[in-house]
């Protein structure tokens, strides 16, 4: 089991730039999650799927920000454009039904 | 609103001590209580959980205190290691749907 898989690991990027972070979760897992970690605001879900569909997406910031879930191996979180107060180490987590969270190692990312 | 309040933000013991973290909530909803241990550079890991059904769970060194009246829960970590040195979350969910973290706990264990 290779685990929750997120990559990329580290991102830097231009302000109004597009940044897509990609989330493969453990296989046979019917629930992922996005959250994003920063010192002021701890750890926040931005959204979560349950087979492929979104069910709540109340955590996301702004219009800027939006998630797909093409299939059960893959996710992407996108920001266009992006802007300094996105930075931030955003993880990936995938579970199956009546079972803890599985995070992967997050990507950094930081707009300049 | 945070549904999971956590103390303390930062917490220094020395090593064989007992380190312990907080958390309080408000729904009574919530029927699972991970806790998760964090390194620099990786992603949160599930260490214990616990069920509001019973008060108190063991595994290892690791153990959690349940008090549901009180809406309580904590983290006791019996002879602490400078290997513990870590951030901490407390965590609840209401049938395994939707987590909700406390704001961590940066524990430092010196030698």
């Known amino acids: 089991d290779a685990g929750v898989i997120q990559s990329p690991r580290h991102e830097v990027t231009e302000m109004g730039q597009e940044v897509t972070l990609r989330c493969k979760p453990i296989?046979?897992?019917?629930?992922l999650f996005w959250y994003r970690q920063t010192m002021m605001r701890g750890l926040e879900l931005l959204i979560y799927f349950n087979n492929n569909v979104p069910i709540d997406d109340s955590g996301m910031p702004e219009d800027r920000f939006s998630a797909k879930m093409p299939n059960a191996s893959f996710s992407t979180l996108k920001i266009q454009p992006s802007e300094p107060r996105d930075s931030a180490v955003y993880f990936c987590?995938?579970?199956?039904?009546?079972?803890?969270?599985?995070f992967g190692n997050g990507t950094r990312l930081t707009v300049t | 609103q945070q549904q999971v309040k956590q103390s303390p933000q930062s917490l220094i013991v020395q090593k064989g001590g007992i380190p312990i973290i907080n958390c309080a909530y408000e729904n009574t909803a919530f029927d699972y209580f991970p806790w998760y241990q964090q390194f620099p550079g990786k992603g949160p890991a599930l260490l214990i959980a616990i069920r509001p059904d019973v008060s108190e769970k063991k595994e290892g060194r690791f153990t959690i205190s349940f008090n549901k009246s009180a809406k309580q829960f904590s983290l006791h970590i019996m002879d602490s290691q400078p290997g513990d040195s870590a951030t901490y979350f407390c965590a609840a969910s209401s049938n395994f749907n939707k987590f909700y973290f406390g704001s961590g706990t940066k524990l430092n264990v010196k030698p």
């Open positions: 987590a995938s579970s199956y039904r009546y079972s803890p969270l599985h």
């Open positions: 296989s046979g897992h019917d629930y």
